[in-house]
């Protein structure tokens, strides 16, 4: 089945610092990857997507890259603000296995920023 | 546009009661689905519904129903709840309801505590 792998916080950073946040997947077939954020107190919003591989996804300064070689989808910033702590869940789409029409989640990754 | 709505936001229920949670978006989306978030799993697939007049199980389905009112409403109810249902539920719509690229619009979510 289809699952996603994602590094556990939480992860404590100072303003303007680098950020990754490793992703790795497993799925059958050919998915769609996804970053989506949450903020405190509030559902989850699409921060960004890559449909097939080498497709690089961005937003609000954050990238991702889809790597089918070594399944994976990181997400990076290059300085990090206060505003961006929240948690964060990479995520994917499949349905070339006749799954279910869901998103398959990471168990999320809780990002503070430090001023 | 309100987007997706969710009714109640917080929720104490004793074991055995039943309630429904409340699901309503105004995008005119084909898809609905219900998530249940954790604290360590990530968010999980309840029931989801491809379009109006269809429903599915998810990864999760057990102790739980649905009922896909019309495109725009989209309810989980809980029949005779369990502390093992105490959970943050969340709503998510999507516009096709087809391939695996389509994004996900969330709810801000029903916290449900079963005592």
């Known amino acids: 089945g289809n699952s996603v792998t994602q590094m556990e916080g939480p992860v404590t950073l100072s303003e303007e610092a680098f950020l990754t946040i490793n992703c790795t997947y497993t799925?059958?077939?050919?998915?769609?990857l996804f970053w989506y954020v949450q903020y405190p107190g509030e559902g989850l919003q699409l921060l960004l997507k890559?449909?097939?591989?080498?497709d690089k996804g961005s937003n609000k300064g954050f990238e991702a890259t889809y790597r089918k070689e070594t399944t994976s989808f990181h997400l990076e910033k290059g300085s990090v603000q206060v505003s961006d702590s929240a948690v964060y869940f990479c995520?994917?789409?499949?349905?070339?296995?006749?799954?279910?029409?869901?998103?398959?989640f990471g168990k999320g990754t809780h990002l503070i920023i430090q001023p | 546009n309100a987007g997706v709505t969710q009714t109640p936001k917080f929720q104490v229920l004793k074991t055995g009661q039943s309630m429904t949670l409340q699901c309503a978006q105004d995008m005119n989306h084909n898809s609905m689905y219900w998530y249940r978030q954790d604290p360590g799993m990530g968010l999980r697939l309840i029931y989801y519904s491809a379009s109006e007049g269809t429903t599915d199980k998810g990864e999760v389905p057990n102790g739980y129903n649905v009922s896909r009112l019309n495109k725009r409403e989209f309810s989980l109810r809980l029949e005779s709840a369990a502390p093992s249902q105490t959970s943050v539920y969340f709503c998510?719509?999507?516009?096709?309801?087809?391939?695996?690229?389509?994004?996900?619009?969330f709810g801000p979510g029903t916290r449900l505590t079963v005592l």
């Open positions: 890559a449909t097939k591989a080498d």
């Open positions: 799925a059958t077939g050919y998915p769609s």
């Open positions: 998510a719509s999507s516009p096709l309801g087809q391939g695996a690229a389509d994004t996900q619009y």
């Open positions: 995520a994917l789409s499949d349905l070339s296995g006749g799954g279910a029409d869901g998103l398959t």
